[in-house]
């Protein structure tokens, strides 16, 4: 191994006092080499975020600071070097990208200039050559059409596109480090493949040394030479990606590694032939612009759902999967009446529920329960975790005390502690939460539960355990499920059966052993290939 | 299509847009009004004394206002149409006359008191936040208190006991010296004119500054915090360029929005402010108009101001989006 580029001596990043531990990041060693991908993997909360902002000198001073070690780059100690020097660095010698590619650009300033301040505060150079600098850049990163993405506006981009741009940015000035904090997880599975590839062409072709912080396994599969894994601001294991990856030493890396669901679809289950939810030819449409005497522009039509026919069997799991702008959470919120389709059937038993009104669709709505995405905002605040539950079966007729002892039973089903009932939602951690969410699905008895991306925004970890939850409810309380989720491997755990959407179709349906092992759309074949760490745990 | 012809578009559209809304005004406040006790010829008959109910029907049939109140919204309608508002029984003018001779004051008024409001607030603002939590940030959050909480007639009384009445440097009230009086471009007569705008403009711009500058030190705050401004440091930015260049255009887009919003509500203030230093505005106007019970003077004012507070919402809506790409204007 040549001489590292980076070297992270006994580095303590210290927290305010008061929080939870002193220390964020505590006594780190760790050696970045010239044209080497390491990937710090951990949870949130582990600290790789602060400990890579730490190399930057981009942790929120005065509260987060480094309260011991070193961090050497080259001859210097960027701990210790005055701030201008620091600035020198930031920018060209090291540079970062970051997980949110529409709020880590400024949105009011094109993306040119943006890429153009780089060149005018670390180089000396003419505007003209400036421009061509800029202007290869982004050919370089594969933005089409460079030229005009130079005058575009960050919001005129799409997700990937940003990414492009920022990494363009981050590369302007062949830095030797490139920092990359989760810059794939705000992505579509396609589009994080592409960007992924991109960073790995661009590392080769410049032999940078890349810090990459990620939470996905799978990601590291694909893309680390070396892997450091963290706990509680401790670095806990570190090695070559093949060391940690197959044969993982420290307990808890087995453990986050054994939590990554496979993606061998489970066994499938008998089933019932017996239909409880029939989707029919539903359609949803958005509008906007358009409007006053035509004087509105362009109207603009998003086909959210196009004839979407679905049907969930009696105790199965149907998952729909696709990427963001799919429409597969449109359907959802279509088929639980959220929002009004405006063609189709949504049978239930013998009952179309799309045409009901509101006191027609009240019966119903205990039989069909949502679980949302996200734990943290799906949660009244002001509402104490008791009631939040139950709520629903008030609404729909059950005397007080009954539901209230109706709550305190699902709590022990969710496995929360009964006491939970009289707290405030904030108290509680996110997977803690879900299971909230779900306990206020449940409690209403439904038949059919349809859960929009409910493990997304947890942990691996965690996400492992809601899982569980769900499938030991859906035996016991003999439910029907559908499971919205954008993640394969999730899919492959959960589901028996798949509906694949792109652009508000389906376009492709059946068991999902069958999918996985004879996929026959083509945008099918191209979501399985994007799977991160496919040729890893495949088997 | 590109970025001016979309623009011009849009400028078409809201314009088209302000027809019936406008319209619709014009109705409520032809109603608002009559709804109110008496009438001109109340007022008339009274200050004459000893006017007999056959003189005061004659005065009413003159006047057109013994026509049920359909027929004479249909009359004021159709000539509000043909541009024009009607004849003012007091002043003895045609009202439009009259509402075109103060709009200009006012007008000026309100530009000038905007611009000082919104200026240095976004300035004042802009020095908190960069100095938070030094003397710099108290001095100015102290003063943005104290002026916040202070009513505005007090301001221009005291102004006028301090800075006309003991020191002398401006004059108490009005808009020009008698002895200029004359409308020509003159430099003296600008500069006449300003001297007399300066205690004005300040009375009535505190409270704005005031609110301006705790919204512009907010914003920035808030804006500080964003993970764009983490990409400008990473970048190696100074914190200067960080600041002014990065952070302060965002963080203006609230306080633009909030002003539009504002400039309703500063011509209720002007009413104030144009009593308390006599400026020959809109609001005086107003102001005596509504004790005459002069209605179709009171009419065109209004009219006027809502044509006015519907064109600077029109430009306060270009100024925010070229502020901001990412509002369309289609």
């Known amino acids: ?539 | 299509m590109s970025r001016t012809a979309k623009r011009l578009r849009y400028v078409l559209k809201r314009l088209l847009q302000a027809i019936p809304i406008v319209l619709m005004i014009v109705v409520v406040n032809f109603f608002l009004l009559h709804m109110a006790e008496g009438d001109a010829v109340d007022v008339l008959a009274g200050e004459a004394g000893s006017a007999t109910p056959e003189y005061m029907a004659e005065l009413r049939a003159k006047f057109g206002l013994d026509q049920p109140l359909p027929v004479q919204l249909f009359v004021y309608l159709k000539n509000v149409l043909s541009f024009d508002l009607g004849y003012s029984f007091r002043h003895e003018m045609p009202v439009l006359e009259l509402v075109m001779d103060r709009f200009w004051p006012t007008l000026l008024l309100m530009v000038s008191t905007i611009l000082l409001a919104v200026g240095f607030g976004i300035v004042l603002g802009l020095l908190a936040a960069t100095g938070l939590n030094t003397w710099r940030d108290t001095l100015i959050s102290i003063f943005a208190l104290v002026t916040y909480a202070t009513p505005l007639f007090w301001v221009g009384l005291m102004f006028i006991v301090i800075f006309a009445l003991n020191l002398g440097w401006f004059p108490t009230s009005g808009m020009k010296n008698v002895a200029a009086f004359n409308d020509t471009w003159s430099w003296a007569n600008i500069k006449d004119v300003a001297h007399h705008l300066v205690l004005p403009t300040i009375t009535l711009s505190l409270f704005y500054l005031a609110l301006y500058t705790r919204l512009m030190r907010a914003s920035m705050l808030e804006q500080a915090g964003m993970d764009y401004v983490t990409t400008a440091r990473a970048k190696g930015l100074t914190e200067n360029r960080i600041m002014f260049v990065h952070v302060l255009r965002n963080a203006l887009l609230p306080v633009v929005t909030m002003a539009g919003v504002q400039v309703g509500a500063l011509i209720g203030g002007s009413v104030i402010v144009e009593s308390v230093f006599a400026w020959p505005g809109l609001g005086m106007l107003a102001f005596e108009a509504l004790f005459a019970r002069d209605l179709n003077l009171l009419l065109g004012i209004f009219l006027l101001s809502a044509l006015l507070v519907v064109a600077v919402n029109l430009v306060v809506d270009i100024i925010y989006s070229s502020l901001d790409p990412r509002i369309e204007v289609s």
Request: glycine letters at 8%; charged letters at 25%; hydrophobic letters at 40%.
């Open chain 1, 1 to 539: 191994m040549s001489a590292p580029l980076l070297e992270i001596r006994d580095l303590h990043v210290a927290l305010p006092a008061g929080s939870e531990r002193p220390y964020a990041v505590e006594a780190v060693n760790a050696d970045l080499a010239p044209n080497e991908i390491l990937c710090i993997v951990g949870e949130s909360g582990s600290g790789k975020s602060l400990m890579s902002r730490a190399v930057m000198g981009l942790l929120p001073k005065p509260h987060v600071h480094v309260a011991k070690g070193s961090i050497r780059f080259g001859e210097e100690d960027l701990v210790t070097i005055p701030d201008a020097r620091l600035r020198q660095i930031r920018g060209s010698d090291i540079s970062m990208i970051f997980q949110e590619p529409m709020t880590a650009l400024n949105p009011v300033m094109t993306i040119g200039d943006q890429i153009d301040e780089v060149f005018r505060f670390h180089e000396k150079m003419s505007r003209r050559e400036r421009r061509e600098r800029a202007i290869g850049l982004l050919d370089d990163v594969h933005l089409p059409d460079p030229a005009a993405s130079m005058r575009a506006y960050p919001h005129e981009l799409s997700g990937g596109q940003r990414q492009r741009a920022m990494i363009a940015m981050a590369l302007a000035l062949d830095p030797k480090i490139l920092i990359a904090d989760e810059p794939t997880t705000a992505l579509d599975v396609t589009t994080q493949a592409q960007i992924l590839k991109l960073i790995k062409e661009m590392q080769e072709k410049h032999d940078t040394g890349v810090l990459f912080i990620t939470h996905d396994f799978g990601v590291v599969a694909d893309i680390a030479d070396r892997v450091a894994v963290m706990q509680g601001g401790q670095m806990v294991e570190a090695g070559t990606a093949a060391e940690v990856l197959n044969n993982p030493q420290h307990p808890y890396t087995q453990r986050l590694i054994e939590a990554v669901p496979s993606l061998t679809p489970r066994p499938p289950r008998v089933q019932a032939a017996k239909p409880v939810l029939e989707v029919k030819n539903l359609t949803k449409t958005f509008r906007s612009g358009g409007g006053f005497l035509g004087f509105g522009g362009e109207e603009r039509i998003v086909h959210a759902a196009k004839d979407v026919t679905l049907e969930l069997r009696h105790g199965e799991t149907l998952g729909i999967v696709g990427e963001s702008g799919s429409g597969k959470s449109t359907v959802a919120r279509c088929i639980v009446r959220l929002i009004e389709a405006e063609e189709g059937k949504i049978l239930l038993g013998d009952t179309d529920l799309r045409p009901l009104g509101r006191a027609a669709m009240r019966p119903h709505r205990a039989r069909i329960q949502m679980v949302f995405q996200d734990p943290f905002a799906s949660l009244n605040p002001r509402t104490k975790v008791g009631a939040i539950i139950s709520q629903g079966p008030i609404i729909q007729g059950v005397p007080r005390e009954e539901a209230e002892a109706k709550t305190r039973e699902l709590l022990k089903v969710v496995g929360l502690d009964e006491r939970a009932y009289d707290r405030y939602p904030h108290e509680f951690s996110g997977g803690q939460r879900q299971r909230i969410g779900i306990a206020r699905a449940l409690v209403l008895g439904p038949d059919v539960l349809v859960a929009d991306e409910p493990v997304s925004a947890l942990d691996v970890s965690i996400q492992a355990q809601i899982l569980r939850l769900l499938d030991e409810i859906r035996e016991r309380m003999t439910l029907s499920m559908i499971f919205i989720t954008h993640d394969l491997r999730v899919a492959a755990q959960v589901c028996d059966r798949l509906a694949v959407m792109r652009y508000g179709e389906v376009v492709e349906t059946g068991p999902t052993a069958e999918i996985f092992r004879d996929p026959r759309h083509e945008y099918t074949r191209a979501l399985l290939a994007a799977v991160p760490g496919k040729d890893w745990r495949a088997g």
